[in-house]
């Protein structure tokens, strides 16, 4: 299996040259991602929200199957599937009707892909900054906690800047 398809591929190559804007993202703004991570959430969710019967029934009978499963990127998918899925992938994305899959070996693709890429996400010097942030975290909490101790006014910011805070009280 070669790295000259999908997999094994720098992550900013695949997004120039097979990327979609996608909005399956904790927010609603569009991010460029590589199109196949787009048709495995969009597979995955879809699976969750079916009205057909049949499925409602199996739901009823096994538990839902889709991405609010527990545990779900602990278990491991066919691995005879995963091969063949990937390298259909590696020939052609557009081929593959991801939607035929279970949850399951949907997320052990995506930890494949993950697994494979040539450059990690949290680049070396970013996980650096970010476990530098992180001991930053319990004295930013202490002092907007006295903000709001000392100004009802700030309650709400008080409230919501922990979420904000690692990036605005990075080390430098």
């Known amino acids: 299996m070669g790295c000259q398809g999908v997999f094994c591929v ?3 190559l695949l ?3 097979e990327g979609t804007e996608s909005v399956l993202g904790a927010t609603p703004v569009p991010l460029r991602i590589p ?3 787009d048709d495995i959430v969009s597979s995955m ?3 969750g929200g079916s009205t057909c019967p049949i499925k409602a029934s199996a739901n009823r009978l096994f538990g839902p199957s889709d991405m609010s499963v527990e545990g779900i990127f ?3 998918g066919n691995i005879r599937r995963m091969n063949q899925v990937i390298e259909m992938l ?3 994305t557009g081929s593959v009707d991801l939607s035929t899959d279970n949850p399951v070996q949907l997320a052990a693709l995506l930890k494949r892909f993950l697994r494979d890429l040539p450059d990690p996400l949290l680049t070396y010097k970013l996980h650096k900054l ?3 942030t992180q001991s930053w975290f319990p004295i930013v909490s202490l002092v907007l906690s006295s903000l709001h101790v000392y100004s009802p006014s700030c309650s709400r910011w008080a409230r919501t800047a922990p979420t ?3 990036r605005v009280f990075a080390p430098s």
């Open 45 to 47: 969710k879809q699976m």
């Open 35 to 37: 199109s196949f991570i």
């Open 15 to 17: 997004v120039d040259r």
């Open 130 to 132: 970010w476990i530098g």
């Open 90 to 92: 590696d020939k052609d």
């Open 10 to 12: 720098p992550l900013e």
């Open 164 to 166: 904000y805070a690692p």
């Open 74 to 76: 602990r278990k491991n």
